[in-house]
């Protein structure tokens, strides 16, 4: 059953990153979200790429590949501070990131959380 909704499901869509599968991405007008991937062999008999399985916003029940087309995409991209989305890799999606000067916060959970004054901040050159 799932290969004949994935037959009838195929979307042809503008070429994204080969081999790589967007947790979420908007294919024209419509928002899909990444089910599984890794499934080249199965995705192939239909003419789709990157073995990347996904169901619309609008209709979760069927599933979905893709394949070259003309509809725009955009892969929703997600940040983190691990592996391929981890600090390392923030300056291509986030070219702001991309700098020498940043400052991670070091937020302390132990001891007292409460503070009786606080502490004015400083802010120079701006």
């Known amino acids: 059953k799932f290969l004949i909704i994935l037959l009838a499901s ?3 869509s503008a ?3 080969e081999g790589t599968c967007c947790k979420e991405k908007t294919v024209g007008d419509i928002l899909y979200y990444l089910l ?3 499934k080249d062999d199965m ?3 239909f003419g789709c790429k990157d ?3 996904y169901n619309a916003d609008q209709d979760p029940v069927n599933k979905y590949c893709f394949k070259d087309g003309h509809l725009p995409v955009n892969c929703h991209v997600h940040w983190g501070y691990e592996g391929p989305i981890g600090p390392a890799h923030w300056g291509k999606d986030f070219p702001d990131c991309n700098g ?3 400052s991670p916060i070091d937020i302390n959970i132990t001891g007292d ?3 009786a004054e606080p502490t004015p901040l400083s802010f120079g050159n701006y």
Do not use: Y
Request: glycine residues 4%.
């Open 10 to 12: 195929s979307v042809a």
């Open 15 to 17: 070429p994204t990153s």
């Open 36 to 38: 599984e991937s890794d």
């Open 43 to 45: 995705t192939k008999k």
């Open 51 to 53: 073995g990347c399985v």
């Open 100 to 102: 020498t000067s940043q």
């Open 113 to 115: 959380p409460w503070q």
